[in-house]
């Protein structure tokens, strides 16, 4: 469920981590607004919580599989939307940098898919709305499931989205969505049961935690067109400045297109490298010499690229025993390097 | 079943190598994490049948692992643990991409082959990439750069806070999961409702936890500011890292060197 | 030297819920005086502590600390003099390094630069833990981690200090290097323990609380040997007057 750094491309990779960062900045500025002393200790220990929590399973009956916390809901309800983005982004960085759960370019797409979901559009959307002022244990159970089952669909076809349009996978569009959605409806399900029973269980005990969540700064329908605003400034900004990496790009949104449209992809390939080659050299600002370098020695690995073509076997061959050759003299280096110090220890 | 222990047990490990006193050690934060960003970019975009020119980039987690004296033998097994995933996606390819695309002898190689192993490095760059990074800066140390990078300061003091508590929080989970289990009949993975109850008791103790932290704030004069201080020096050895590295990163990048040397030696084999 | 003094009149402290925390307390401390309060769980002693510092105000009744009434708008001098170490010091070390913690209170109270620097170290010195400045709280043993919760507030240099059971969960030889600490310091002190035999190594005065009233104030030794007045508030003898055979050995004296 997690995006890899193995499986995306700079340019996914890199509109994704601009969306993540302007909802930073602005769930930051939000939280300066709200001004309450007390959020950022409760933030940091919160996030600390979902953090070990997520390491218990439990088993689910009757399927011999076993669940866990996804904890994005809770926190928004403890919390508000912008707090609990902050400190779902806060699990993600730790978990990416200790555990590589993804990694660290794909965590903007991992920050946006698991936290901008649940925090801006699942919570005030459907939570809120099933829940309302006067929360009862039915209605904490409707809004938990509905809100979890739908969170986990958009978080899953965002995954979809991003590996197909970074092209480096070969999982069609049509295979990858048939196998993601259903097994997240079902994660979704447990997500929804897990988080509707925990709040109920605090909310039971003490019936106040859950109205300070929800006296924070609410989603009216301005906020949302901010942040919407927001995101796609910051993706076009995105896709302009990093076009220049858009090398692997057409490939991937070709393969998209050719697999869901079935259409002839020479025709598309043209048309889509073209365009992007135009872009290129409209937001080019790196000097011409950098650009046109890389294109040329591009060329020769992107020809690959191009739709079964005739490849020059020699060539590859090549290639194979030259990246065998590098990597054993990497091997070799680290060996000799090792051995070094040892010598210079003793 | 529960793996709680080791997982913050892994963190702290982490923590312990950035402490040692290596020359990378002493860079500046803000240098090692410019330098694995641009590494990482660069790994990530080539095109997705590129095999050759991404074996070049394995001398940066090599040397960076020898002079840093990280333990290697931990970090692989740290990234075996998470190959499974990649893997998993990138076994498609060879299943839908089978034009062969290398003829050795008889035996062609297909598209998808070359392209699930170029997943494979990609991953192994890119994780080792990220390890590297926190053994030899410190999750602290990273979040100082974050500051002066200018990352919003409520957002990294939260992380800051986050990253002090996740011990204290895990030692809490392990003992009551521990004790739970003690009277469980069921010794395999807990139970809905008991999972239930210890997450939602957890809960609460964090909660109680976070009112007595925000006094104990207030006892030494908080005043809705956290000041962090953080000193912080760029001098010609971080240049020298940074721009050498990236320097690297973007010839290797433009310039297939491995293929390069094939071509030599296939030239001259035949 | 008035402002070391702690004189609190008449006080009474209900929580929201209702429930009596203080019911009429007063007591009169002088500069430099080493105060025990001691009282079954639930008498009110944590209770009082923060008050102490004006984190809880009183209902009713006044709290004077050194020469000023404590008042809303007084509250930051009042933390500048009194600091107060809490129970669990977990709670009080939630900076990323020793050194951060330490330096907490005083960047709060504006001090920067070296005369920071000095203060921190001096701090840390005093408790001698000046060697895990750059440690994350998380690697600290117990007792280490008490020693720096109570260099955080002897940073701010206090002219009171506050303490609430600050040796449990120590094990004996921590307890023992921290009696002998806090006995070199010549702050006034308060200490809420349970430790009976704590509050008879360093306090020679004791106020005993029981359901938010005071039912003694006097001399420490005097106080525990009166049999009536610890059953009416629920308390026992301290292990060394119980006539036990090992340690009325090690006391004879």
Redesign the interface.
């Known amino acids: 469920m997690?995006m890899?750094?193995?499986?995306?491309?700079?340019a996914v990779?890199?509109a994704m981590w601009a969306a993540t960062a302007g909802l930073?900045?602005y769930?930051?500025?939000k939280?300066?607004e709200e001004?309450d002393?007390?959020k950022?200790?409760?933030?940091?220990?919160?996030?600390?919580?979902i953090?070990?929590?997520q390491?218990?399973?439990?088993?689910?009956?009757a399927t011999g599989s076993?669940g866990h916390?996804g904890g994005g809901m809770?926190l928004a309800i403890l919390l508000g939307p912008y707090a609990a983005f902050?400190?779902m982004?806060?699990?993600l960085?730790?978990q990416?940098?200790?555990?590589?759960?993804g990694?660290?370019?794909a965590l903007g797409c991992n920050i946006f898919n698991i936290g901008f979901f649940p925090c801006f559009i699942v919570y005030p959307l459907i939570y809120r709305k099933i829940v309302g002022d006067v929360p009862t244990q039915k209605k904490i159970m409707l809004g938990s499931l509905v809100a979890a089952i739908i969170g986990l669909q958009l978080g899953a076809f965002g995954v979809v989205l991003e590996?197909v349009f970074s092209?480096?996978?070969?999982?069609?569009f049509r295979?990858f969505v048939l196998l993601m959605q259903p097994i997240h409806l079902a994660i979704g399900i447990v997500e929804g049961?897990?988080t509707a029973?925990?709040v109920t269980?605090?909310w039971k005990?003490?019936p106040e935690?859950l109205n300070s969540g929800e006296r924070s700064i609410p989603i009216g329908v301005v906020d949302m067109k901010k942040v919407l605003l927001g995101l796609g400034v910051a993706a076009a900004i995105a896709g302009g400045v990093l076009s220049w990496?858009a090398?692997?790009n057409p490939?991937g949104l070709e393969w998209a297109m050719f697999k869901t449209s079935g259409k002839e992809e020479l025709k598309s390939h043209e048309t889509v490298h073209t365009s992007l080659a135009s872009i290129q050299e409209k937001t080019a600002f790196l000097p011409d010499y950098g650009f046109k370098?890389?294109e040329s020695?591009?060329e020769?690995?992107?020809s690959?690229?191009a739709p079964?073509p005739a490849?020059d076997?020699?060539?590859?061959?090549?290639?194979?025993?030259?990246?065998?050759?590098?990597?054993l003299m990497?091997?070799l280096?680290?060996l000799g390097?090792?051995l070094k110090?040892r010598k210079s220890v003793a | 079943m529960n793996n709680i222990g080791k997982n913050s047990f892994d963190i702290g490990y982490m923590d312990t190598l950035a402490e040692g006193d290596s020359l990378f050690h002493r860079l500046d934060p803000r240098a090692k994490l410019i330098t694995t960003l641009i590494f990482i970019v660069a790994v990530v975009s080539f095109d997705k049948y590129a095999l050759s020119a991404l074996t070049a980039f394995f001398i940066y987690p090599i040397v960076l692992i020898c002079f840093g004296e990280l333990p290697y033998r931990y970090m692989l097994k740290k990234v075996l643990i998470v190959s499974p995933f990649a893997i998993l996606v990138g076994i498609f390819n060879p299943l839908m991409d089978r034009q062969t695309l290398i003829q050795i002898g008889s035996i062609g190689i297909s598209g998808g082959w070359i392209s699930f192993i170029s997943i494979i490095f990609r991953f192994i760059l890119t994780v080792t990439a990220a390890f590297i990074l926190i053994s030899l800066t410190g999750f602290n140390a990273v979040c100082g750069a974050l500051i002066k990078f200018g990352v919003p300061r409520p957002f990294v003091v939260q992380l800051l806070f986050f990253y002090r508590y996740i011990f204290v929080l895990t030692d809490e989970t392990e003992r009551m999961v521990r004790a739970g289990s003690f009277r469980a009949f069921n010794s395999r993975a807990i139970g809905f409702r008991t999972f239930v109850s210890l997450v939602g008791n957890l809960l609460l103790r964090t909660l109680d936890r976070a009112e007595r932290i925000y006094r104990a704030m207030c006892c030494r004069g908080f005043d809705g500011h956290i000041r962090i201080i953080r000193a912080m020096k760029i001098s010609y050895k971080e240049i020298v890292f940074t721009f050498g590295w990236a320097f690297l990163f973007v010839f290797l990048r433009c310039f297939n060197i491995p293929l390069k040397l094939g071509t030599l030696i296939t030239g001259f084999l035949k | 030297m008035s402002h070391h003094i702690v004189e609190a009149n008449d006080l009474y402290f209900t929580y929201p819920d209702g429930t009596a925390g203080l019911d009429g307390v007063s007591f009169h401390i002088s500069h430099g005086e080493s105060v025990a309060l001691v009282g079954e769980n639930g008498a009110g002693k944590s209770t009082l502590l923060l008050h102490l510092n004006g984190y809880l105000s009183a209902t009713q009744g006044t709290l004077r600390i050194g020469d000023s009434i404590l008042t809303s708008k007084n509250l930051n001098i009042v933390r500048r003099t009194v600091g107060i170490v809490f129970q669990n010091p977990d709670d009080q070390l939630f900076m990323p390094t020793v050194f951060d913690d330490v330096a907490f209170g005083l960047l709060n109270l504006g001090c920067t630069g070296d005369e920071l620097e000095r203060r921190v170290m001096q701090a840390l010195e005093t408790v001698g833990a000046q060697h895990l400045r750059k440690r994350p709280p998380y690697k600290l043993s117990q007792g280490e981690k008490r020693s720096v919760s109570i260099a955080t507030v002897l940073a701010m240099s206090p002219d009171i200090l506050v303490m609430d059971e600050p040796a449990s969960s120590l094990d004996p030889m921590s307890r023992s290097r921290l009696i002998k600490l806090l006995k070199t310091f010549r702050h006034t002190k308060i200490i809420a323990t349970h430790d009976l035999d704590l509050a008879i190594d360093l306090c020679e005065r004791t106020i005993v609380l029981h359901q938010g009233k005071v039912t003694a104030d006097g001399p420490t030794l005097k106080l525990f040997q009166d049999e009536d007045l610890l059953r009416r508030s629920s308390l026992e003898r301290p292990l060394r007057m119980q006539k036990c055979p090992v340690c009325s050995l090690v006391n004879d004296k």
């Open positions: 997690h890899a750094d193995a499986l995306i491309s700079p990779g890199g930073i900045a769930s930051a500025k939280l300066k001004a002393e007390r950022v200790p409760l933030m940091g220990v919160l996030g600390a919580f953090f070990a929590s390491m218990i399973n439990f088993s689910i009956p076993s916390l809770i902050l400190v982004a806060s699990v960085i730790v990416a940098l200790f555990f590589a759960d990694g660290l370019l590996t092209g480096i996978s070969e999982l069609p295979t049961l897990v029973a925990v269980f605090v005990a003490r935690i990496f090398s692997s490939d370098k890389a020695e591009i020769p690995e992107a690959v690229e079964w490849v076997s020699g060539t590859s061959v090549s290639g194979l025993v030259g990246g065998g050759l590098t990597l990497a091997v280096i680290g390097l090792k110090r």
